[in-house]
C-alpha cells in the first residue's frame, strides 16, 4: 500500500532559525515528489516539485531534498519568519503528471515559529 | 487567474439538511478534483473529473455524497442529508493535463451541528 510518512508531526521554533521536516515514503512507481504549504483556513500551495533525476530543489528559503534510493525527501526552511507558521504537507505522485489516482498525501507537519 | 474558486467558505447547517458546495476551476484545466481534509486523517480525494468526466468516485464516503461537473466552468459537491461527522474542510483542486498546474482552491468549512 502506498504511504507518506511525515515528521515530526508538529514543531516549534524562534525566528530566525533553521529547521528541516521530513518525509518518508513507499508509494511505486515514483514520479514526483510534491512539497505543500498550508496557511491556516487556505488552500495548500505549491513549494516545489521534484522528479526520480532531482535530488534537490529551492524556492526562496526553502530548500527540498530527494533521495529516491532511500524513499525519502526533507524540507529545509533557512532564516524561518513568523509568516512561515503552517502546515507542511508532502504528496507523493506514483503516476508520471501526477494524475490524481497516483498522489499519495501525508497528514503534514504543523510548524509554529515563535517570536 | 482568478485561481480556483469555492463558495461558501463557511457553511453552518443543521443535521439533515442538504448541502451544497460550489467550486469553480482555473479557465483551461481540464481535470477536477474534491478534497476533504480533518485532523484525523488529513486530506482525503472523494472524487475526480477529467474533462468533466467522473474518473474516480471510491473515495466517496456513502450514498449521501454524490458530485456533478455540469460543464468545464463549474463543480459541484452535494451532501443529503448531512450528519455531524461530515463536518471538514472540503477542498477542490484544479489541473491541465498531466496534472501540470495543480492548484487548490481555499476551501469550505462545513459544520453540521
Redesign the interface.
Known amino acids: 500500500k502506498n504511504q507518506v510518512e511525515q515528521s515530526p508531526q508538529s514543531l516549534i521554533i524562534l525566528e530566525g532559525k533553521n529547521c528541516t521536516l521530513q518525509c518518508n515514503y513507499t508509494v511505486s512507481p515514483f514520479s514526483n515528489l ?1 512539497w505543500y504549504k498550508q496557511d491556516t ?6 513549494l516545489t516539485i521534484m522528479t526520480f533525476s532531482e535530488n534537490t530543489k529551492s524556492n526562496g528559503r526553502y530548500t527540498a531534498t530527494l533521495d529516491a534510493d532511500t524513499k525519502q525527501s526533507s524540507l529545509h526552511i533557512t532564516a524561518s519568519q513568523l509568516s512561515d507558521s503552517a502546515s507542511y ?1 508532502c504528496v507523493v ?1 506514483a503516476r ?6 497516483g ?1 499519495t ?4 507537519t504543523h510548524l509554529i515559529i515563535q517570536p | 487567474d482568478a485561481g ?1 474558486i469555492q463558495s461558501p467558505r463557511h457553511e453552518v447547517t443543521e443535521m439533515g439538511q442538504e448541502v451544497t458546495l460550489r467550486c469553480k476551476p482555473i479557465s483551461g484545466h481540464n ?1 477536477l ?1 474534491w478534497y476533504r481534509q480533518t485532523m484525523m ?5 472523494l472524487i ?1 473529473f477529467n474533462n468533466n468526466v467522473p ?2 468516485d471510491s473515495g466517496m464516503p456513502e450514498d449521501r455524497f454524490s458530485a456533478k461537473m455540469p460543464n468545464a466552468s463549474f463543480s459541484t459537491l452535494k451532501i443529503q442529508p448531512s450528519e455531524p461527522r461530515d463536518s471538514a474542510v472540503y ?1 477542490c ?1 484544479s ?1 491541465s ?4 498546474g ?6 469550505t ?1 462545513l459544520t453540521v451541528v
Open positions: 510534491r483556513g487556505r488552500g495548500p500551495v505549491s504537507i505522485s508520471s503528471g501526477g494524475g490524481a489516482d498522489l498525501f501525508g497528514k503534514g | 480556483v481535470s478534483f486523517r488529513g486530506l482525503e480525494l475526480y474518473i474516480d477542498f483542486a489541473s493535463r498531466g496534472g501540470y495543480y492548484t487548490f482552491g481555499s476551501g468549512r
